[in-house]
């Protein structure tokens, strides 16, 4: 059983940064699992934001933060961050840390079976 918590949220002006942390207890085989974190802002569907896997070696991200956001793993494989640079009030919303033993489409949320309690990011202009 994975457990997932996130932290690092807050409230930041637009063009501003921050990291969010997943950690992960009991995470053991870094290579059979897909670690990834999703957003859902009030009234809207949740979306696929960044995922990363085969033992940290490949990354995808969505378009809607390519360039701003930068998905890693700490090197004991039990932490999960989420740089986020260049933020714009668009990306205010909750962001969940997820972790999957196998995808077919890597930011596709059905395929996710741990989920974390979320951490809130507020970006004001």
């Known amino acids: 059983q994975v457990q997932l918590v996130e932290s690092g949220g807050g409230s930041v002006q637009a063009g501003g940064s921050l990291r969010l942390s997943c950690a992960a207890p009991?995470?053991?085989?870094?290579?059979?699992?897909?670690m990834a974190w999703f957003r859902q802002a009030p009234g809207k569907e949740r979306e696929g934001v960044a995922t990363?896997?085969?033992?940290?070696?490949?990354?995808v991200c969505s378009d809607s933060v390519k360039g701003r956001f930068t998905i890693s793993q700490g090197s004991a494989k039990n932490t999960v961050y989420l740089q986020m640079n260049s933020l714009k009030p668009e990306d205010t919303a909750m962001y969940f840390c997820?972790?999957?033993?196998?995808?077919?489409?890597?930011?596709?949320?059905?395929?996710?079976?741990?989920w974390g309690q979320g951490t809130l990011v507020t970006v004001s202009s």
């Open positions: 997820a972790a999957a033993y196998r995808t077919l489409y890597p930011l596709d949320p059905a395929y996710y079976e741990h």
């Open positions: 990363i896997y085969n033992g940290g070696r490949t990354i």
């Open positions: 009991g995470y053991t085989y870094a290579s059979m699992y897909s």
